[in-house]
Structures are given as C-alpha cells and as structure tokens.
Nanobody, 117 residues
Framework: QVQLVESGGGLVQAGGSLRLSCAAS????????MGWFRRAPGKEREFVAF????????NYKDSVRGRFTISRDNAKNTMYLQMNSLKPEDTAVYYC??????????WGQGTQVTVSS
C-alpha cells in the first residue's frame, strides 16, 4: 500500500505561482514513476505531468509545458509540481499518483487550486 498526501493548493491570481507537494508513505517512491493529474469542475481527470523514478525523464501536458515543472526528492519520498504563470483554466483539484506495473495505481485525496482572473 502507498499513502499519498497532496498539499500546497490555494487561491491565486492569474499570473501567480504555487508549489504542490505530494508526500508518500508505505513504500519507497524511488522505485516508481509518478505523475500529477487534475480534474476541473465538470470535466474528466486529465494528465498534467510525469516524472520517471530517477527524475531523469519528464513529460507534460502541452498546455502546461514551459509553465509547470515536475520534480522529486526521493530522499524525502516527496514529489513536487511548481506551477508558474497560472491561468484561470488551470483551476482544478490536483492529484498525485504512483505508477506500478504500468498503471497509475495509487492516488492522493487531491488539493484544490483556484486561479482568479
């Protein structure tokens, strides 16, 4: 079992920044690829960013590439999402997840990000 807890969400004006954290317990995260997802009101959950177990490989949703940066600190069993130049369309609940055997298998409870125009 893996327990994931997201934090760092909040209300910010357009153009502002937030840093989300995903703290894990139960397993050592260094063995797993991980990702960030989000669900906006009335929409399906969507992929935001991916990071490999070593942190050496990352990938992003096109609309956030260049504004968001995913990173991880395996020594702290924590993953991060630095979000800059936030837009109202980034408003969503953000979730972190661990990829096990090719599937995103464990999820946190989410943290709300609200960007005002």
């Amino acid at each position: 079992q893996v327990q994931l807890v997201e934090s760092g969400g909040g209300l910010v004006q357009a153009g502002g920044s937030l840093r989300l954290s995903c703290a894990a317990s139960g397993r050592t995260l260094s063995a797993y690829d991980m990702g960030w997802f989000r669900r906006a009101p009335g929409k399906e959950r969507e992929f935001v960013a991916f990071i490999s177990r070593s942190g050496g490989s990352t990938n992003y949703k096109d609309s956030v590439r260049g504004r968001f940066t995913i990173s991880r600190d395996n020594a702290k069993n924590t993953m991060y999402l630095q979000m800059n130049s936030l837009k109202p369309e980034d408003t969503a609940v953000y979730y972190c997840s661990v990829k096990i055997f090719g599937t995103y298998a464990y999820w946190g409870q989410g943290t709300q990000v609200t960007v005002s125009s």
